[in-house]
């Protein structure tokens, strides 16, 4: 009898530990790469945030921020916001939706791939969307000297900022398998605009509009940053409960959207 045998490999067959992860790197890499090669989505992203803040908090108000320091950091916290919101929610929502239209979910489910891929690539590529947008507008912060904080201020900061991106990566999913792609952005900005002025990052609200700023998603993550800077001037909520909102958030987009995909793929 002929020693050799021949092994079939399963499509359920789990794949090993590096087979996996290079999977899971290659998803992320062509995710990006859809990114960077997609002008119309990659420039607005990254530009619009940083050029906005240079005009606004640099130019228009740099003679009141050099009178009054704490205002350099709610002028910056509140850009930093955008910029660190924008590309987690709109591309992945865009995305997401675009590829539903086209069946590519239903596609994917069928592909001897690890079955979180997909997902774990679009929230990787929009972190990386995201650090473009900061980053330029935290060195603009720095060499202008618009950011009046120590280092390590300025670390953590960052650091809230950063990791507050998520629940808008959680919306951005929300909002993808909703509705369909031609529709996304537009049902996107319908969300993320109000919130951006009614939370109050940009400009104290009056004390008749506060009701209203705890079911916005901006205004806990500024309020993150504001406790992370130790801006005591422009902390309204406690840390706890800014953090705690933002995980509740997170856990309700997310849910909705796993419900939805469930349902229609």
């Not at 919101?85 to 791939?113: C, H, V, Y």
């Not at 900061?134 to 000297?145: K, Q, S």
């Not at 309020?223 to 422009?234: E, N, R």
Request: positive net charge.
């Amino acid at each position: 009898m002929n020693s050799l045998t021949l092994k079939t490999t399963r499509a359920d067959t789990p794949l090993d530990s590096r087979r996996a992860l290079g999977a899971y790197l290659a998803e992320t890499r062509y995710e990006l790469m859809r990114g960077l090669r997609n002008p119309a989505f990659a420039l607005p992203m990254t530009l619009i945030p940083g050029a906005l803040y240079l005009l606004f908090a640099v130019v228009i108000a740099g003679e009141a921020v050099d009178k009054d320091p704490t205002l350099g950091a709610f002028l910056f916290g509140g850009f930093a916001v955008m910029a660190v919101t924008m590309p987690a929610l709109f591309g992945i929502a865009t995305s997401l939706a675009l590829e539903r239209d086209m069946g590519l979910m239903r596609l994917k489910r069928a592909q001897p791939a690890p079955a979180g891929s997909w997902l774990v690539a679009k929230i990787a590529s929009g972190f990386v969307f995201t650090l473009l947008a900061f980053l330029p507008m935290l060195a603009i912060a720095v060499l202008t000297g618009k950011l009046p904080l120590a280092p390590p201020q300025i670390v953590a900061m960052s650091a809230a900022l950063l990791a507050g991106s998520i629940p808008f990566a959680a919306l951005g999913l929300m909002v993808g398998t909703l509705v369909n792609g031609s529709a996304a952005p537009g049902y996107a900005n319908l969300i993320y605009l109000p919130g951006c002025y009614l939370s109050g990052m940009f400009f104290p609200l009056p004390k008749s509009m506060f009701w209203q700023v705890p079911i916005w998603p901006q205004f806990h993550l500024n309020q993150l940053a504001m406790h992370a800077a130790g801006v005591t001037k422009y902390q309204f909520e406690p840390v706890a409960i800014a953090a705690a909102t933002l995980a509740g958030f997170t856990v309700m987009f997310s849910a909705v959207a796993i419900w939805r995909l469930a349902r229609k793929g």
